[in-house]
C-alpha cells in the first residue's frame, strides 16, 4: 500500500494513517473513524510515512590487499574431491611476485603449515579422510600489514572397502 502513496508523493496531499486493533499500522487516501491526518508535502517524501528509523550506513572496512592485481589461491579449486591417494597440489597465484619484507604463510584447517616464507605452491601427500580448508596470509614485516587469500574448502575420499575392485573372487 505504501508504494501506491508514493505516487502521491509528489504532489500536496493529505492522508490517513491508523492502527488497527492487532497493532499493524496504516496509510490511505481514504478518512476511516480513528485516522490521523498526515500533510504531505512537494517533496519525494511525506510526513509519518517511515515507520522505522533508516538504517544507518555500514562502510565496511577496506580489505588489504597490499598492492596485488591476484592473491588468490588457484589450486585446489574450491569443492575438489581427491580420491585414495592422491596428492593434492597447492598453488597460489600470486601478481606481482611476492616483494622484498613479505613473507606467506599456510594454514590448512587453522592450523599453520611448515612451509617456506617465500613458498607459492607445494604439495599436500597423502590426507585423511575428511575436508580440508586451505588459505594462505601475506605479511610485510616492515609495517604489519598483512592480507588473506580466499579460503578453499576440498575434500579428501578414501574408496570403500565394499567398492567391487576390493572384493575376493
Keep these: 500500500m505504501l508504494a501506491g502513496l508514493a505516487a502521491f508523493a509528489g504532489q500536496a496531499a493529505v492522508i490517513y494513517k491508523w492502527t488497527d486493533a492487532d497493532g499493524v499500522v496504516h ?16 517533496s519525494n517524501t511525506f510526513a509519518g510515512a517511515a515507520t522505522r528509523p533508516p538504517e544507518p550506513t555500514v562502510q565496511k572496512p577496506a580489505v588489504p590487499r597490499l598492492n ?9 579449486a574450491p569443492e575438489q574431491s581427491f580420491f ?19 613473507i606467506i ?18 604439495a599436500l601427500p597423502r590426507q585423511d579422510r575428511g575436508t580440508y580448508v586451505i588459505a594462505a596470509t601475506i605479511t610485510d614485516q616492515s609495517t604489519g600489514e598483512s592480507a588473506s587469500s580466499n579460503n578453499v574448502t576440498f575434500y579428501v575420499r578414501q574408496p570403500s572397502e565394499l567398492a567391487p575392485q576390493h572384493q575376493k573372487p
Design 27 to 42: 496509510y490511505s487516501d481514504q478518512s476511516v473513524p480513528g485516522a490521523e491526518k498526515v500533510y504531505t508535502g512537494s
Design 68 to 76: 596485488y592485481a591476484q592473491f588468490s589461491i588457484a589450486s585446489p
Design 84 to 102: 585414495g591417494d592422491e596428492v593434492v597440489a597447492v598453488q597460489l597465484q600470486l601478481e606481482p611476485d611476492l616483494k622484498p619484507d613479505q
Design 105 to 122: 604463510t599456510w594454514h590448512l584447517n587453522g592450523k599453520e603449515l611448515d612451509q617456506g616464507p617465500t613458498t607459492t605452491h607445494f
